[in-house]
């Protein structure tokens, strides 16, 4: 089993930051993909970057060059960090560890972009 926790998000006026962390804790050395996603408000979950075991990372064409994902191993955390946000960005963020067997997910933290 896989812990997730998610913190960081709240109220951002548009073209402003915000950054996310996710505490993760539980059978870590299993995990080989990272990801986060959202879920805007009346839409369908979608995601947002995902990073392999290898180091390589992938964003959502709607995040490219405004969002960067990392992680630091020593802390088991990973991080978004937002920039340029948009209206368009406010959803429930949620991150995501995969192991060979099962995606687990955290509760989600709210980021709301509105002036």
């Known amino acids: 089993q896989v812990q997730l926790v998610e913190s960081g998000g709240g109220l951002v006026q548009p073209g402003g930051s915000l950054n996310l962390s996710c505490a993760e804790s539980g059978s870590i050395v299993d995990i080989y993909v990272w990801a986060w996603s959202r879920q805007p408000p009346g839409k369908e979950r979608e995601l947002v970057a995902h990073?392999?075991?290898?180091?390589?990372?992938n964003y959502a064409d709607s995040v490219k060059g405004r969002f960067t994902f990392s992680r630091d191993n020593a802390k088991n955390t990973m991080y978004l960090q937002m920039h340029s946000l948009k209206p368009e960005d406010t959803a429930v963020y949620f991150c995501?560890?995969?192991?060979?067997?099962?995606?687990?997910w955290g509760r989600g933290t709210q980021v709301t972009v509105s002036s």
């Open positions: 995501g560890a995969s192991t060979a067997t099962k995606t687990f």
């Open positions: 990073i392999n075991v290898g180091g390589s990372t």
